[in-house]
C-alpha cells in the first residue's frame, strides 16, 4: 500500500498503518500505544508525521467530529458516514443513506464540483441507550415508592 501512493515503507509507517487498521476511529494515543506495543519505543512526533503522511497520501482518513479529538481510520475510498455516541463517544460507520456520492446533493452548490459530502449522525450507542432505559427504569421506581 505504501509504495502504491510512492511512499517509502518504514517500520514506523508498517506500525502506524496496522494500528489504524487494527483499531478502527482510533484516536492518536491509541494509535501510539499500539505502536509502541509493536515498536518499542516510538516518538509522539514521529506518530503525528506518519499519520499526517498516510493522510495526505489517501491510505486513511481522519475524521473529527465537533467536540472530540482528531480519530483515524483506513476506510477510505468510499464516502460513507458516521454515527456518533453522545454518551460514550463510540463511533460507527454508516454507508451512504441514499443514492451515489456524493450520497446528498446540495440544494444550491454555489459553483462547487462537489464529490464528497460529511455527515454525522449524533444519538445513543446500542450499549448507552440500554443503559439510559435501565436508569431511568430504576429512578421512576425510587420516585414511586418515595
Not at 465537533?66 to 480519530?71: D, E, F, I, K
Request: glycine content about 8%; aromatic content about 4%; overall charge neutral.
Amino acid at each position: 500500500m505504501l509504495r502504491g501512493v510512492s511512499l517509502r515503507v518504514t517500520r514506523p509507517r508498517v506500525a502506524v498503518l496496522s494500528a489504524v487498521h487494527d483499531h478502527p476511529h482510533a484516536d492518536t494515543d491509541s494509535i501510539i500505544g499500539a505502536v509502541r506495543e509493536h515498536l518499542g519505543k516510538v516518538s509522539h512526533q514521529a506518530v503525528y508525521d506518519v499519520l499526517g503522511a498516510l493522510t495526505a497520501a489517501g491510505l486513511v482518513r481522519r475524521i473529527q467530529p465537533r467536540g472530540t479529538v482528531a480519530r483515524y481510520e483506513s476506510r477510505v475510498g468510499d464516502n460513507h458516514h458516521h454515527a456518533v455516541c453522545r454518551s460514550c463517544g463510540a463511533i460507527a460507520d454508516v454507508d451512504c443513506v441514499v443514492g451515489t456520492a456524493p450520497c446528498l446533493t446540495a440544494s444550491d452548490d454555489s459553483g462547487f464540483v462537489i464529490d464528497e459530502a460529511e455527515v454525522i449522525f449524533w444519538g445513543l450507542c446500542r450499549d448507552c441507550s440500554t443503559r439510559s432505559v435501565s436508569e431511568r427504569t430504576v429512578s421512576s421506581r425510587k420516585d414511586s415508592h418515595v
